[in-house]
């Protein structure tokens, strides 16, 4: 079954500090992997997103990750934080053929200090 | 550009009440996902239809159902409700093309509350 793995929980950065926040997923096959983002109160919304090509991807709002496809890894990170950046982050996979449904890791709360 | 609009927003039910929630998805997507996050929890997947028909099921109890219809819009129905269903439900709408690369898109979720 496919899993995804985040292992910070709780970060606490100050401003202008970079972030890179870890993603492992255990699939063997081809995938499609996400970063959201959920501001306090409000709904899902995407990031960024690897489904093939440049391992390296830019988001929106200086954000960008790197797919290592030898480490099953898909590590967001961002060079400097600003406090507009706390939010929980969700990194996703997709990989069903019959659904694509999204397979969630635990979330990492960010919290940026002003 | 429109969104995912979910109804309620919010909601407020007694136990062993029943209780829909509506999802309409972002115009031309006929996929929609549905998806619960308990108090603190990341998101798990309920389940998925594609041009009305179910495509995916995942973690939903027996006491749930739902189904799309043909206007693409999607209906979540649950019924003797308990406490352990107060969350956030989440829908997704997707657009299945040609190539798998096609995001969901979430909506503002329904807030439910059971008491």
């Known amino acids: 079954a496919q899993s995804v793995s985040q292992h910070n929980h709780h970060v606490i950065l100050s401003e202008a500090a970079s972030l890179e926040l870890g993603c492992n997923y255990s699939?063997?096959?081809?995938?499609?992997l996400f970063w959201y983002v959920q501001y306090p109160g409000q709904h899902l919304q995407l990031l960024l997103k690897y489904f093939s090509g440049d391992p390296l991807v830019k988001g929106i709002k200086g954000f960008e990750a790197e797919f290592i496809k030898s480490k099953f890894s898909f590590n967001l990170r961002k060079p400097s934080v600003q406090w507009s950046d706390t939010a929980e982050y969700f990194c996703?996979?997709?990989?069903?053929?019959?659904?694509?449904?999204?397979?969630f890791g635990s979330g990492t709360r960010l919290l940026v200090r002003p | 550009a429109a969104g995912v609009i979910q109804s309620p927003r919010h909601l407020i039910k007694e136990k062993r009440e029943t209780a829909t929630l509506k999802c309409y998805p972002i115009p031309r997507h006929d996929t929609v996902y549905w998806y619960q996050q308990g108090p603190g929890q990341d998101p798990q997947f309920l389940i998925s239809f594609y041009e009305k028909m179910q495509s995916d099921k995942g973690s939903i109890p027996d006491r749930f159902s739902a189904q799309q219809f043909s206007d693409y819009h999607s209906e979540l129905n649950m019924s003797s409700l308990e406490l352990g269903d107060s969350a956030l439900y989440f829908c997704a709408s997707r657009r299945i093309g040609l190539t798998s690369e096609e995001t969901q898109y979430f909506g503002p979720g329904t807030r439910l509350l059971v008491l």
């Open positions: 699939y063997g096959g081809t995938v499609n």
């Open positions: 996703a996979v997709s990989a069903s053929p019959s659904s694509y449904k999204l397979i």
